[in-house]
T-cell receptor, first 114, second 112 residues
């Protein structure tokens, strides 16, 4: 499968714990995006990378959230001191750049904070 | 603040019906509008529209952008139960390749 992959697919954690998610983009895509989606809402932008450079972070992204893409390939999203409000589906997408810029999404990581 | 509004929020039809889903937007430096289909998983890409008045078509699905009215429609003809999904509209700003702003989505249910 050459699509975007994410790991884990599901994560249940207790409030206050740290969690880390991984995203592997389509291999030739140099832009990588993170979104969060809650029930009944469309995805909400969190941050994106061009290779290893983080180009934009949403102002909604609190300092408990950090994302990295150290070698310009896979990316990790870490949430520290999780809160119940962090429960959501975390989606990763990738796109070629330059190009037509269509973003292709991975299957998501569903986070439940108890 | 950038905004994307979809209507209706939900729609129930019978197989064979034709449906029209609406998307309107208010964003600065508009570049393109994208449609995605989301079943019980990640959104899958349908169309990207950058030019006004040019219809994009894929099988029974088609979409058109109206830059003057800041809107787009997604048409599905001869609906099938497999078309049941959430249809998401998203807008991208210039210079391109940056974040997408999504609407809430339209939940389409096609009954046999």
């Amino acid at each position: 499968d050459t699509g975007v992959s994410q790991d884990p697919r599901h994560k249940i954690t207790k409030r206050g714990q740290n969690v880390t998610f991984r995203c592997d983009p389509i291999s030739e895509h140099n832009r990588l995006y993170w979104y969060r989606q809650t029930l009944g809402q469309g995805p909400e932008f969190l941050t994106y990378f061009q290779n290893e450079a983080q180009l934009e972070k949403s102002r909604l992204l609190s300092d408990r959230f950090s994302a990295e893409r150290p070698k310009g390939s896979f990316s990790t999203l870490e949430i520290q001191r999780t809160e119940q409000g962090d429960s959501a589906m975390y989606l990763c997408a990738s796109s070629p750049w330059p190009g037509a810029y269509e973003q292709y999404f991975g299957p998501g990581t569903r986070l439940t904070v108890t | 603040e950038d905004k994307v509004v979809q209507s209706p929020l939900s729609l129930v039809v019978h197989e064979g019906d034709t449906v029209t889903l609406n998307c309107s937007y208010e964003v600065t430096n508009f570049r393109s509008l994208l449609w995605y289909k989301q079943e019980k998983k990640a959104p899958t890409f349908l169309f990207m529209l950058t030019s006004s008045g040019i219809e994009k078509k894929s099988g029974r699905l088609s979409s058109i952008l109206d830059k003057k009215e800041l809107s787009s429609i997604l048409n599905i003809t001869a609906t099938q139960t497999g078309d049941s999904a959430i249809y998401l509209c998203a807008v991208e700003q210039r210079p391109g390749g940056s974040r997408l702003t999504f609407g809430e989505g339209t939940q389409l249910t096609v009954n046999p």
